[in-house]
């Protein structure tokens, strides 16, 4: 059975028009390659996982897409000398499906990036080895993640860097009511997924 999340529908629904079908299409390239994929959604933007690590990402722009493999370096046509990696990911700026590559590269590329993950290789430099102390949580942004269970469930999956984001942004407010019109606003997006600045992330919401 895929393992499905709404909140990618929902991403791909908010695309721009002409990145919505770019999309879908990389996502079914994935589960027919990948039947065991999970997908997830991490710093804003969509995410597939296998053997309990990120297998690759695809994020919608204004008038492109990215799509990219976690450890695309170490993958034969994908990372080394001259691989583009100018658009969070490994294949360009891609603004078609025409773009993509074969149906057949594509899913031996993924094939290749599963075991990677299933003989648990790390990527040199990728990894994180270690992290900025974590942020203090505002009581005010305490308070409402512990009425909104959704909201808070995004916020304690988000990494470090992202719940900072958040935390810093209603630290900064100087005046009670633009701490609290921040709060509200923070509660809101966490419970739709989205990381602080998404808006920069992922395309225009459909209108």
Known sequence: M??????IDAYIDKAAPF??????ELRARVHAACPQVVETIK????????????????????????F????????????????RDDAMGQFGRITAVRELPPKRTLAA????????????????????TKSR????????????????????????????SHRREYCEWIAEAKRDDTRERRVAQAIDWLAE?????????SGPKAT
């Open 109 to 128: 590329i993924i094939r290749r990036a599963m075991e990677l993950n299933e003989q648990g290789v790390k990527v040199p430099g990728r990894e994180r």
């Open 43 to 66: 710093w804003g933007f969509p995410h597939f996982l296998h053997a309990g690590a990120i297998l690759c990402s695809m994020a919608a722009f204004k008038q492109h897409v990215a």
């Open 19 to 24: 990145a919505q079908p770019i999309l879908r």
């Open 193 to 201: 997924g989205k990381a602080r600045h998404w808006k920069y992330e």
């Open 2 to 7: 895929a393992l499905t999340d709404p909140r």
């Open 133 to 160: 102390a974590e942020a203090e949580v505002p009581d005010a942004l305490a308070k409402a993640l512990a009425r909104n269970a959704k909201a808070r469930r995004t916020f304690e999956a988000f990494a470090p």
């Open 68 to 83: 990219g493999f976690w450890k695309g370096a170490l993958i034969e046509g994908v990372g080394g000398p001259g691989a």
